[in-house]
């Protein structure tokens, strides 16, 4: 069962949607702002779309397998043709997904959308809670820092989330990986900011379902699946 499956499988078919670069432009002025819920660029991502449904809830808790969000049908469409059955037998979940959309990025060449721009932040957003931590660790930092208003309402399963401030976002993650992001992607750093700032809770609101930390272990689990799934996918694309 995934905590984080239905958030990471939309976001991969935001990013691999060909008109997504329409939709959600990248590299556009924006006023950075604490927003509440899914925000402003998150929230585009996962409900924005005109041409395909979005079933993103981020209220919605009930696990599935990870077959249940299609996940090997996204991956058999990213590399196509004859490979769709060998890559979908090779697919261990949410990490070979994420690595399989950030490496077509490059080498497909060009940019993408805010979707791809959100696909690109989710390793930032779940190495950041592994290095502090995990779960709980991660929280304990949060709420030290003095957001622990904003910690609670991500934890819960009635309130939107109460978002960090864009101009905060350089107390949590290192400036050189928001430059990074933004190169890699094509947006300007106020976009990869305020990303962050709605894309953080919203994995910390889908990691904590009961609303404490019963299930860290499980979360803390599959945050170190993901990141040496999708190391591994990265690694293979290269050769």
């Known amino acids: 069962m995934s905590l984080l499956g239905n958030l990471v499988s939309q976001v991969a078919r935001s990013a691999i949607d060909p008109e997504d670069h329409q939709r959600n432009p990248i ?10 819920g899914l925000g402003d660029i998150l929230g585009g991502v996962l409900t924005g779309s005109r041409n395909q449904p979005r079933d993103y809830n981020p209220q919605q808790y009930d696990r599935q397998p990870d077959n249940h969000f299609g996940l090997e049908d996204i991956l058999g469409g990213l590399v196509g043709g004859n490979n769709q059955g060998r890559a979908g037998s090779q697919s261990g979940g949410l990490g070979d997904i994420l690595g399989s959309v950030l490496g077509g990025q490059r080498t497909r060449g060009g940019f993408g959308g805010k979707g791809m721009l959100v696909a690109a932040l989710m390793p930032m957003v779940l190495s950041w809670i592994q290095r502090n931590g995990g779960l709980s660790g991660a929280l304990s930092k949060i709420t ?44 300007n750093d106020m976009e990869v900011r305020q990303g962050l700032a709605e ?21 803390n689990d599959e945050i170190d699946q993901i990141i040496s799934q999708l190391s591994s996918r990265l690694s293979a694309l290269k050769k």
């Open 144 to 187: 030290g820092m003095g957001y622990e208003q904003q910690a609670r309402s991500w934890m819960s399963n009635h309130e939107l989330n109460d978002n960090l401030d864009p101009n905060d976002v350089n107390r949590l993650f290192d400036e050189n990986e928001i430059q990074q992001v933004a190169a890699h992607t094509g947006a």
């Open 27 to 36: 590299n556009q002025s924006i006023n950075p702002r604490r927003t509440g």
């Open 199 to 219: 894309l953080l809770p919203e994995v910390m609101n889908q990691l904590t379902p009961h609303g404490n930390l019963d299930n860290e272990s499980e979360a």
